[in-house]
């Protein structure tokens, strides 16, 4: 059975950073593409960030590039959000999802089989 852990959120001020983490199990993580999604209250899904680990490509949305880093460690079947100088716009749930970048950023329920549970980050000051 595929699953994805998140941990790693909570609260933040504005300007701060957070690591988020996401570990796998039941699939070769290695050779997957990864994503993170948010849902911020009341709003829908975003695609945030995706990985191709085995060929080094990351993607970004532009609401986080420059602020955001996507990693991934094979050896501990483990995705990262690295995010940095966080604002209150990055308040959501962040997921993690088993895919690469998504083709129909409106409708990212079918862009992914494998979620994991959802981890809360919030901004505030």
């Known amino acids: 059975e595929e699953q994805l852990v998140e941990s790693g959120g909570g609260l933040v001020q504005p300007g701060g950073s957070l690591r988020l983490s996401c570990v796998a199990s039941?699939?070769?993580?290695?050779?997957?593409?990864m994503s993170w999604v948010r849902q911020a209250p009341g709003k829908g899904l975003e695609w945030v960030s995706s990985?191709?680990?085995?060929?080094?490509?990351?993607y970004y949305a532009d609401s986080v590039k420059g602020r955001f880093t996507i990693s991934a460690d094979n050896a501990k079947n483990t995705l990262y959000l690295q995010m940095s100088s966080l604002k209150s716009e990055d308040t959501a749930v962040y997921y993690c999802?088993?895919?690469?970048?998504?083709?129909?950023?409106?409708?990212?329920?079918?862009?992914?089989?494998?979620w994991g549970q959802g981890t809360q980050v919030t901004v505030s000051s």
């Open positions: 999802a088993k895919g690469g970048p998504p083709v129909d950023e409106l409708n990212l329920l079918n862009e992914y089989d494998t």
């Open positions: 990985i191709y680990s085995y060929i080094h490509k990351t």
């Open positions: 039941g699939f070769t993580f290695a050779t997957s593409a």
